[in-house]
């Protein structure tokens, strides 16, 4: 059974910075691609960054490039991401998710998590003003 926890989320003040991490288990990263996403407060549940399960490459929606970075770590199976500059609008319930696919692949909408099986439960990171 594949199990996804995240942690690391809090709270943190404007220009601060988090880590969070994804500890999953039932699956090999290798196998696996894993994705950050979040859910604002009133909004849709977003795409943050993604790591591919063939050759760890990565990606970022606009909204995080050059403050986040996603990282993996096959010996823990854990996939961690790093959260720098944060702003007041990345306040958000933090999600990893993992499937079957690379990252480019990652297709779908809100509605149905953008086609990714498996999730974790979230975890909440507060940037304050």
């Known amino acids: 059974e594949v199990q996804l926890v995240e942690s690391g989320g809090g709270y943190v003040q404007v220009g601060g910075s988090l880590t969070l991490s994804c500890a999953a288990s039932?699956?090999?990263?290798?196998?696996?691609?894993i994705a950050w996403f979040r859910q604002a407060p009133g909004k849709e549940l977003e795409g943050v960054s993604c790591?591919?399960?063939?050759?760890?490459?990565?990606h970022y929606f606009d909204s995080v490039k050059d403050r986040f970075t996603i990282s993996r770590d096959n010996a823990k199976n854990t996939v961690n991401l790093q959260m720098n500059a944060l702003r007041a609008d990345d306040t958000a319930v933090y999600y990893c998710?993992?499937?079957?696919?690379?990252?480019?692949?990652?297709?779908?909408?809100?509605?149905?998590?953008?086609?990714?099986?498996?999730w974790g439960k979230g975890t909440l990171d507060t940037v304050s003003s």
């Open positions: 998710a993992a499937d079957h696919v690379e990252c480019p692949e990652i297709a779908g909408t809100p509605a149905d998590n953008y086609g990714m099986n498996h």
């Open positions: 039932g699956l090999t990263l290798d196998d696996y691609t």
């Open positions: 790591i591919s399960r063939s050759d760890a490459s990565t």
